[in-house]
């Protein structure tokens, strides 16, 4: 072990409650230069990276080439279109349990919205989509290309001139350094009866128990949490969300975790640079393997993701 890596201490306190973690595993090897572990709080039922990697980290990680941008895909010509198509087909699956609780024209706000690539597809669906994340340049293609309204910044510092229908946190939830303030602040931009739709890796699912530390969608460091369902319900209900739908199967992330844990080099960042045709053929054929194993675990309620809806009770 190098002076300059040493292994985190493993005494740490929760970051939601401040009581004491546990800890869970260590990572086995260094990331980026540093060490990390993963720890677990039994109260808030959540599990947390530890330490929190520093802001300098997470902007040379985000701000490398994390996203697929539109512009740089058009570039890969027809095996990026396939890819993309497929994408947003898994994408719509995902969010049809929204989707068939909304009527068109009610108004969604995507946090954290990334590509927008889920946003434009909400937007053909027929409804009233406005966008959220922090890089600005990103935020300027979606709305140029799509007319989609950006808001750059952390929510609860942005002044939004109405409420929602809906707000969706795809993915977004497990990166944030405050989640609770930011759930706050989004509870509050909801309409009454507004809903929230999250996806976010499932601390309590059968791939963390097989892969652990090698589990693709642990994702050290940008992961900062690691939900389980009962402990997004406790966080979800401090807010007087009520959980109205449920379910662990991701149709986007379930069979991917499972592929690029057992061979980390078919990870998606790591296929967007080379593009590599014999890499993402086997890529969705072990996808294609790993559905039956998807299926089980879904049932038992153990799938890779929790993927929930909740809706904002009016208080009495
Ligand atoms: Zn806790």
Same mark, same amino acid.
């Given at each position: 072990m190098s002076k300059t890596s040493p292994m985190p201490a493993h005494q740490s306190h929760c970051p939601l409650c401040n009581r004491d973690g546990?800890?869970?595993?260590?990572?086995? $090897? $260094? @990331?980026?230069?540093?060490?990390?572990?993963? %720890? &677990?709080?039994?109260?808030?039922?959540?599990?947390?990276?530890?330490?929190?990697?520093?802001? !300098?980290?997470?902007?040379?990680i985000y701000f490398g080439e994390y996203w697929a941008r539109e512009s740089a895909l058009e570039k890969r010509g027809l095996l990026a279109w396939g890819v993309q198509t497929f994408n947003a087909y898994r994408l719509g699956i995902m969010i049809r349990p929204l989707v068939k609780k909304l009527t068109a024209g009610m108004t969604i706000l995507d946090v954290g919205c990334g590509s927008g690539q889920l946003a434009v597809y909400l937007q053909s669906c027929g409804f009233k989509v406005e966008v959220n994340d922090i890089d600005a340049?990103?935020?300027?293609?979606?709305?140029?290309?799509?007319?989609?309204?950006? *808001?750059c910044g952390d929510l609860a510092e942005i002044d939004f001139q109405h409420q929602y229908d809906a707000i969706i946190f795809n993915n977004v939830l497990e990166h944030l350094r405050a989640?609770?303030?930011?759930?706050?602040? &989004?509870?509050?931009?909801?309409? !009454?009866?507004?809903?929230?739709?999250?996806?976010?890796? !499932? #601390?309590?699912?059968?791939?963390?128990?097989?892969?652990? $530390?090698? #589990? *693709? %969608?642990? &994702? @050290?460091p940008q992961h900062l949490y690691h939900f389980s369902p009962t402990g997004l319900d406790g @966080?979800?209900?401090?807010?007087?969300?009520?959980?109205?739908?449920?379910?662990?199967f991701s149709p986007r992330t379930s069979a991917a975790g499972y592929a690029a844990s057992l061979r980390p080099e078919l990870q998606p960042v790591r296929l967007r640079q080379t593009w590599s045709k014999p890499k993402i053929l086997l890529y969705l054929t072990l996808q294609l393997l790993a559905l039956p194993l998807v299926g089980i675990e879904s049932f038992l309620g153990k799938g890779a993701v929790?993927?929930?809806?909740?809706?904002?009770?009016?208080?009495?």
């Open positions: 546990r800890l869970a595993f260590d990572m086995p $090897a $260094a @990331i980026y230069e540093r060490r990390f572990s993963v %720890h &677990a709080c039994d109260v808030c039922r959540i599990g947390y990276t530890y330490p929190f990697p520093s802001d !300098n980290l997470l902007y040379e340049e990103l935020l300027a293609e979606i709305e140029t290309r799509h007319g989609i309204r950006g *808001y989640p609770l303030p930011i759930i706050e602040s &989004a509870a509050g931009l909801l309409k !009454n009866d507004g809903l929230i739709f999250i996806e976010v890796p !499932n #601390w309590e699912s059968t791939q963390l128990q097989v892969f652990k $530390a090698r #589990w *693709y %969608h642990l &994702a @050290i @966080i979800m209900q401090q807010y007087a969300m009520k959980r109205v739908w449920f379910s662990t929790v993927r929930a809806m909740y809706r904002k009770t009016t208080p009495v």
